[in-house]
């Protein structure tokens, strides 16, 4: 039982390069979640799927995108990375029956050059 | 919106010191309380949680007690040791979309 796994762990990228960062879970949660950290600002939540086939934004969604593939999968984009983009980025999980208790997976590290 | 204040680190302690990190929230309803732990180079774990009003969440030698009349919700620790050195984020959850963390608190524990 593997929880939340995210890949990549580290990742460098030019300023307007786009790649996609991968979750997975395996433990049959209905919502997922990816969220930024930033120095001094806790956890900022960017886009979450309430369940398998809907995706809505959060609390900072400018430049990303996200498709749930299945009800394992979330995934993140960047379509044009910006050095603002620079930050730690975490996925999350959580079951409907919970009180919204979310599990979090290791994080990947991003830098935008 | 709801939202979480917590104090602001970092905390540097020696080791078997008491430990107490404040929270407090604003929020519409009855919000669901968390402590998350983060240690170096790993994802949130969630430490202890606190469902209703003066509601206790526990774990690993941790407390925090739901206060509604004062909106708080202070970690406590009575004796900190090395290994507890990480950072600590309080949380407020309104609704199964809606968590919010406050800024995190860096905890280091010197022998």
């Known amino acids: 039982n593997a929880g939340v796994t995210q890949t990549p762990k580290f990742q460098v990228l030019k300023t307007g390069q786009s790649m996609t960062l991968q979750c997975a879970q395996d433990?049959?949660?209905?919502?997922m979640y990816w969220y930024r950290q930033d120095p001094g600002m806790g956890l900022r939540l960017i886009y979450y799927?309430?369940?398998?086939?809907?995706?809505d934004k959060g609390e900072v969604p400018n430049g990303y995108n996200v498709s749930r593939l299945n009800k394992r999968e979330f995934s993140l984009r960047l379509e044009s990375a910006a050095p603002s983009q620079t930050s730690v980025y975490f996925c999350?999980?959580?079951?409907?029956?919970?009180?919204?208790?979310?599990?979090f997976g290791p994080g990947t590290r991003l830098t935008v050059l | 919106g709801n939202s979480v204040t917590q104090m602001e680190g970092p905390v540097t302690l020696s080791e078997e010191a008491f430990l107490t990190i404040n929270c407090t929230y604003t929020?519409?309803?009855?919000?669901?309380l968390f402590w998350y732990v983060q240690y170096p180079g790993e994802g949130l774990q969630l430490l202890l949680k606190?469902?209703?009003?003066?509601d206790k969440g526990s774990n690993k030698g941790f407390e925090a007690t739901y206060r509604k009349e004062t909106t708080s919700f202070h970690l406590e620790k009575g004796s900190v040791q090395v290994s507890d050195s990480a950072v600590y984020f309080c949380?407020?959850?309104?609704?199964?979309?809606?968590?919010?963390f406050g800024a995190g608190t860096r905890l280091t524990v010197k022998p």
């Open positions: 799927s309430a369940s398998e086939g809907t995706t």
């Open positions: 949380a407020l959850s309104g609704s199964i979309n809606d968590m919010r």
């Open positions: 999350a999980s959580s079951a409907l029956t919970s009180y919204n208790e979310q599990f």
């Open positions: 433990m049959n949660h209905n919502s």
């Open positions: 929020a519409t309803g009855y919000p669901s």
């Open positions: 606190a469902t209703k009003a003066d």
